[in-house]
């Protein structure tokens, strides 16, 4: 059983930064395609960002293409979103999530309820 722990959010001004980070334990990182997922009020979750489990293959929504990157570092078993040129739009709870069943992500999709789930960080973006 992966149990996963997101840190980093927080308030920020528009056009500000954020790093989150999650780290897993009862599991491996690499093992997996691990994924970014964000919860805004009144919305459905969606998959924003995906890193594959071969470490390479990444895939954003259109609307974080140049303004996050996803990233692992298998030495310390965690996943990051890089989050820049931020927006009020981008404010919702992010969820660090781990696919249980390869193939069956897509970006947008909300993902599977037996995937791994973190708890959630609050991202809220507003002056």
């Not at 996963?4 to 997996?32: F, H």
């Not at 954003?60 to 965690?78: C, E, H, L």
């Amino acid at each position: 059983q992966v149990q996963l722990v997101e840190s980093g959010g927080g308030l920020v001004q528009p056009g500000g930064s954020l790093r989150l980070s999650c780290t897993a334990s009862g599991g491996t990182v690499s093992d997996y395609s691990m994924g970014w997922f964000r919860q805004a009020p009144g919305k459905e979750r969606e998959l924003v960002a995906a890193l594959r489990w071969n470490g390479f293959d990444t895939n954003y929504a259109d609307s974080m293409k140049g303004r996050f990157t996803i990233s692992r570092d298998n030495a310390n078993n965690a996943l990051y979103l890089q989050m820049n040129s931020l927006v009020p739009e981008d404010t919702a709870v992010y969820y660090c999530a781990a696919e249980r069943h390869r193939g069956t992500w897509s970006i947008g999709d909300p993902g599977q309820d037996d995937d791994y789930w973190g708890q959630g960080t609050q991202v809220t973006v507003s002056a």
